[in-house]
């Protein structure tokens, strides 16, 4: 069966760093844009950052500069570094994998950042 499964989720105070994991299986994982997501209390699941099979990637306008997100075919795992955190970056990280028609979700990482 298909698994994603997030890591390195936790509490951080403004301006502190963390990397998130997302390790994946049963997948052919180097065929897959993989994406991470994140949902605020209250509010609607946004997209934070995409990396392509070929390594393009894009990021939301509000996490670019500061986030960066990279891949390990070898590992199937996908990262997103995550510097000069905010308190507006709480939220439940979710990693996703898509292939055409076909899409898979991680059960998420909570990232909290506060004093």
């Known amino acids: 069966q298909v698994q994603l499964v997030e890591s390195g989720g936790g509490l951080v105070q403004p301006g502190g760093s963390l990397r998130l994991s997302c390790a994946a299986s049963g997948i052919i994982f180097s065929r897959y844009t993989m994406g991470w997501y994140r949902q605020a209390p209250g509010k609607q699941r946004e997209l934070v950052a995409t990396?392509?099979?070929?390594?393009?990637?894009r990021y939301a306008g509000s996490v670019k500069g500061r986030f960066t997100i990279s891949r390990d075919n070898g590992k199937n795992t996908v990262y997103l570094q995550m510097n000069s955190l905010k308190s507006e970056d709480t939220a439940d990280y979710y990693c996703?994998?898509?292939?055409?028609?076909?899409?898979?979700w991680g059960q998420g990482t909570q990232v909290t950042v506060s004093s």
């Open positions: 996703n994998a898509d292939w055409w028609t076909t899409e898979y």
């Open positions: 990396i392509t099979s070929g390594g393009s990637t």
